[in-house]
C-alpha cells in the first residue's frame, strides 16, 4: 500500500476542505513529516486514516462521537448541513483506489448537531483515468466495499501500521501478546492455512459427516457422532486453553506492575536488589541443572552400557586363556600357506602334488582345518580391545562420579537460592517497611499463588488435547473400516477422507510456515534492534510470539526487568519494523516462486504519532536515523520537542515532504513562530475567532 | 543460511503437498484460495464455496 494523498474535509480541527500529499517511497526521500503544536491535531491526523478505512478511532482521541470541526459547526445556520469527510488515495499491487468516509450532521438549536449515517464510497481508477465504483449499483451497500479495504489491510493489523507512538510500548506488553500472534499470523499469511484447517474441522467435515451417515448402519452413525462429540470437544478445549494463557499472561503483567512499584519503594530498594541478584543466580543454577542434565544424558547414551561390560570381558578372557592353554589359539598352520603349497603343487619337502592325488587329498584335509583362521584374528582383536575399554569404563564411571556430585551440589544451591528467595521476598512486606511494601507483597503472594494454578491449568488442558487426538484419530480409522449403502454414500466417504487428509496436510503446512515465519521474524528483530540499541540487550521472538529483552548475565541469557518505557518502544518499533521487512520479502518471493495462487505479504507504510515522543537522548537520534528505513514510506507527526535538533539531523536527508499544523486560536499572546531549516514559519496563530482550527501548510523548500 | 532455510521449507511443505491425490492436492489450492478471500473476516461466510470445491474436486 503506497499513500498517495489525503483530503480532509471539516474532520476534527481541520477546518473546511484540506489537502494533503504524501512523500512518494520511491527516490529515497520516502518520508512526510507533520509539524504541530499541542492540540493541532496530530493524533486527529492518525485517527482521519482509521477512520476513513475503517469507520473507527483510537482509544486515545477525546470525544470521538464528535468528528466535525466545531468551527464549520458554529458556523451553519440552524437546520443547514455540516459535512465531515476523509478522502484516501493509494495504490496496491499497481492498482489505484480512493476510499472516502464522509457523514452529513444537522445543526439544531445552539451548538448541537444531529448526527446523520456514515457513507463509504470505493473506486479503483482504471488505465485511462476512468473512475470505477466498487459496489456502485448499491450506495448502501457499504459491508461489500468495507470487504475490500479489510482485504487490502486487515482491520486487526492497522494497529502495527497506525500508531501512537508515546504508546507503542503497549504493543510489546504480556496482554498483546494474543493480538501480535494473530496480526503476524495475518500479515504473513499464516493465518490463511490456519483458518483453512479450522475451517475444514469444523464447518465442512461436519456438513459431510451428517450426510454421510444417512448411507450407512447404526455402527457408522454412532462412529460419525462419537467422532463429532470429540471435534466439538477439541474446540471447547481450545477456548479454555486460549483463556488459560490468556490468564497466565495478564498474572505475568500484574506481576511485573506490582514489582516495579516495589522498585520503586525506597526502604526496601536494597531488598529489590537483592531479590533481583537471586533471580538471576537461580536462573544462572537452573540452566546449570539443565546443562549437567545434557551432559548426563549424552555420556550414558555414548558409553553407559561399558557399565555392565566387566563380566562379558572377563569371561572373553578366561576363554582366550584356555584356548591358548590347549594350543588352539594360535593356529599352528596358517591356509594362505596351505594355499600357495595347493597352487604350486609341490610339497615343502619338494615331493609333487598333483590334483586328484592322495598328497593332494592329505593337504586339502588340513585346509579345511585351518579355516578358524579370520576367527582367530576377531579373537585376538576382540582379546587387544578389552584393556582400552577397561580403561574407558572407569573414566566413564569417574565422569558420571563427577556429573552426578555436580548435579546434588546445584541442586542443593537451588534449594538454597530458593529459600533466600523466600526470605527475601517475605522481608520485602514486612510492615517495618512501611504499609506500602506490605501491601504490596500481599498482593504479590497471592498473584504468585494464582499464577501457580493457571499454569496448572494450561498442563492439564494440553494433556486433554492429546488424549482427545488420540480418541479423535482412533475413530477416523474406524469410521475408515465401515461399510456403506450405495456409490453416493462411498463417493460421500471418499469427500470426507479427502476433507480430513486435507485438513492434516493443512495443519501440517501451518506449522512449517509458523516456524519459519517465527525464526524469520527473530533473525530480523534482533538485527534491527541491534542497530537501533544503546544498551547490549538483545531482542529476539520466543516460540510462542512474545517479544523478549534479554540479557547476559555470566554467559547465560537473562529477561530484562524493569526496562525503561523508551526501550520497550524502541522493542515495539523494532518489532513492527521485523514484521514490515518480512511482509515486504514475502511479497518479493510470492511474485516468483510460491507454490500457491495468490500473492502472499504485502508493502505497507508506517504512520506514528509523537514516535519520539518517550525516548531517552541517546535513542532519539539513533531511532530518527533508524525509523526512514523501517517502511518504504513513512509518515510521522511530531510537536517541536518532540522534533528537537538530533531528529531533524537524523531524517533530515530522507524527508519528502513537510508541513505545519497551523493552530488558530482565539488565546491571546498564544503567537507562536517555528524555525525550520533556517526560516521561521507561523505555528500558533491567536485570532479572533472563538473556536479553534487547524490550516494545514506545506513548508516548501525554496521558501 | 535465508536461502538454505527456504528452500528447507517449500522442501518440506512440497514433501506434505506429495502425500496428498491430485484432486487432494487440487482441493487444497481451492480452499487456500476460498480463505485468501474471506480472510478479513470475524464470521466466516465461505462454508458452501468450500463444499463445492470438494464436490467439484473429489469425485
Not at chain 1, 468551527?71 to 448541513?81: K, L
Request: charged share 35%; glycine share 6%.
Amino acid at each position: 500500500m503506497k499513500l498517495q494523498s489525503m483530503r480532509l474535509q471539516n474532520f476534527r480541527q481541520f477546518f473546511g476542505e484540506q489537502e494533503i500529499d504524501f512523500a512518494a517511497p520511491e527516490g529515497g526521500r520516502n518520508v512526510t513529516v507533520f509539524h504541530g503544536y499541542n492540540g493541532a491535531g496530530k493524533t486527529a491526523l492518525l485517527n482521519a486514516f482509521i477512520w476513513c478505512l475503517y469507520g473507527q478511532t483510537t482509544s486515545d482521541l477525546e470525544a470521538p462521537e464528535r468528528l466535525e470541526t466545531e468551527r464549520a459547526v458554529a458556523e451553519a445556520m440552524p437546520g443547514a448541513e455540516v459535512k465531515v469527510s476523509v478522502r484516501l488515495v493509494f495504490v496496491v499491487h499497481g492498482e489505484r483506489y480512493i476510499v472516502e468516509r464522509r457523514r452529513a450532521g444537522t445543526k439544531e438549536s445552539g451548538a448541537t448537531l444531529r448526527i446523520g449515517d456514515t457513507e463509504l464510497s470505493l473506486w479503483v481508477i482504471g488505465p485511462n483515468g476512468e473512475l470505477n465504483a466498487i459496489g456502485a449499483n448499491d450506495r448502501t451497500n457499504d459491508r461489500l466495499r468495507q470487504n475490500r479495504i479489510d482485504q487490502i489491510l486487515p482491520p486487526d493489523l492497522y494497529p502495527f501500521f497506525f500508531f501512537n507512538g508515546e504508546r507503542v510500548e503497549r504493543l510489546a506488553s504480556k496482554d498483546a501478546y494474543d493480538r501480535i500472534e494473530s496480526g503476524v499470523t495475518t500479515l504473513l499469511d499464516v493465518k490463511i492455512f490456519e483458518r483453512g484447517t479450522t475451517h475444514l474441522r469444523r464447518h465442512v467435515a461436519p456438513a459431510l459427516a451428517e450426510q454421510l451417515s444417512k448411507y450407512g448402519d447404526a455402527d457408522l452413525q454412532a462412529a460419525i457422532a462419537e467422532q463429532q462429540r470429540h471435534e466439538r470437544r477439541e474446540q471447547e478445549i481450545q477456548e479454555e486453553l486460549k483463556q488459560a494463557r490468556e490468564n497466565v499472561a495478564r498474572l505475568e503483567e500484574e506481576i511485573e506492575t506490582y514489582e516495579q512499584k516495589q522498585r520503586s519503594l525506597e526502604a526496601i530498594k536494597d531488598l529489590t536488589e537483592k531479590r533481583e541478584r537471586l533471580r538471576d543466580d537461580l536462573r544462572n543454577c537452573e540452566d546449570r541443572i539443565e546443562k549437567t542434565d545434557e551432559d548426563l544424558a549424552s555420556a550414558i547414551s555414548r558409553d553407559g552400557y561399558l557399565v555392565f561390560a566387566d563380566s562379558v570381558f572377563r569371561k572373553t578372557e578366561e576363554l582366550v586363556a584356555a584356548a591358548r592353554q590347549r594350543g588352539d589359539l594360535p593356529a599352528k598352520i596358517k591356509p594362505q600357506f596351505v594355499d600357495d603349497l595347493l597352487a604350486e603343487q609341490t610339497c615343502i619337502c619338494g615331493r609333487p602334488l598333483p590334483p586328484g592325488s592322495p598328497e593332494e587329498a592329505k593337504l586339502l584335509h588340513w585346509r579345511n582345518a585351518t579355516g578358524l583362521a579370520e576367527l582367530e584374528e576377531a579373537i585376538s582383536q576382540t582379546h587387544a580391545a578389552i584393556p582400552p575399554l577397561r580403561e574407558r569404563r572407569s573414566r566413564h564411571v569417574a565422569d558420571l562420579d563427577r556429573l552426578m556430585t555436580r548435579r546434588s551440589e546445584l541442586l542443593t544451591e537451588r534449594r538454597r537460592l530458593h529459600e533466600e528467595l523466600d526470605t527475601v521476598e517475605a522481608q520485602c512486606g514486612d510492615t517495618a517497611y512501611g504499609e506500602e511494601a506490605a501491601r504490596l507483597a500481599d498482593h504479590l503472594k497471592s498473584i504468585n499463588r494464582d499464577l501457580v494454578n493457571r499454569k496448572a491449568d494450561i498442563k492439564f488442558l494440553d494433556e486433554k488435547l492429546a488424549e482427545n487426538e488420540e480418541k479423535r484419530s482412533d475413530i477416523r480409522q474406524r469410521i475408515k473400516q465401515l461399510q456403506v449403502h450405495d456409490a453416493k454414500g462411498a463417493l460421500i466417504k471418499r469427500q470426507k477422507e479427502s476433507v480430513d487428509r486435507v485438513a492434516d496436510a493443512l495443519e501440517e503446512i501451518t506449522r512449517i510456515q509458523k516456524d519459519d515465519v517465527r525464526q524469520d521474524l527473530d533473525e530480523q528483530i534482533g538485527e534491527i534492534w541491534r542497530d537501533a540499541a544503546i544498551k547490549d540487550y538483545r531482542a529476539s521472538v520466543s516460540e510462542d510470539y512474545r517479544l523478549l529483552l534479554t540479557k547476559k548475565v555470566s554467559g547465560v541469557e537473562q529477561p530484562v526487568h524493569g526496562a525503561s518505557t523508551g526501550e520497550k518502544q524502541v522493542l515495539a518499533l523494532s518489532f513492527v519494523a521485523s514484521l514490515v521487512k518480512k511482509a515486504e520479502q514475502n511479497l518479493r518471493e510470492s511474485e516468483t516462486e510460491s507454490p500457491w495462487d495468490f500473492l502472499t505479504g504485502g508493502q505497507y507504510p508506517l504512520v506514528m504519532d509523537s514516535p519520539f515522543g518517550a525516548l531517552e537522548d541517546d535513542y532519539r537520534q539513533k531511532v530518527a536515523e533508524w525509523v526512514p528505513n523501517i517502511a518504504q514510506q513513512v509518515i510521522v507527526m511530531a510537536s517541536t520537542t518532540q522534533w528537537r535538533n538530533e531528529v531533524e539531523k537524523g531524517v533530515y536527508d530522507r524527508i519528502g515532504k513537510r508541513y505545519i499544523l497551523e493552530l488558530h486560536t482565539s488565546k491571546e499572546g498564544a503567537d507562536r513562530q517555528i524555525e525550520i531549516d533556517g526560516h521561521s514559519y507561523p505555528y500558533v496563530i491567536a485570532d479572533n475567532d472563538p473556536a479553534e482550527c487547524t490550516i494545514v501548510r506545506e513548508v516548501r523548500e525554496e521558501s | 543460511m535465508d536461502r538454505e532455510r527456504r528452500q528447507a521449507v517449500q522442501a518440506r511443505t512440497r514433501e506434505v503437498l506429495e502425500r496428498l491425490s491430485e484432486s487432494e492436492r487440487q482441493l487444497l489450492k481451492r480452499i487456500l484460495q476460498i480463505e485468501h478471500e474471506h480472510v478479513h473476516q470475524q464470521r466466516f461466510y465461505g462454508k458452501e464455496d468450500m463444499l463445492r470445491a470438494v464436490r467439484e474436486t473429489i469425485k
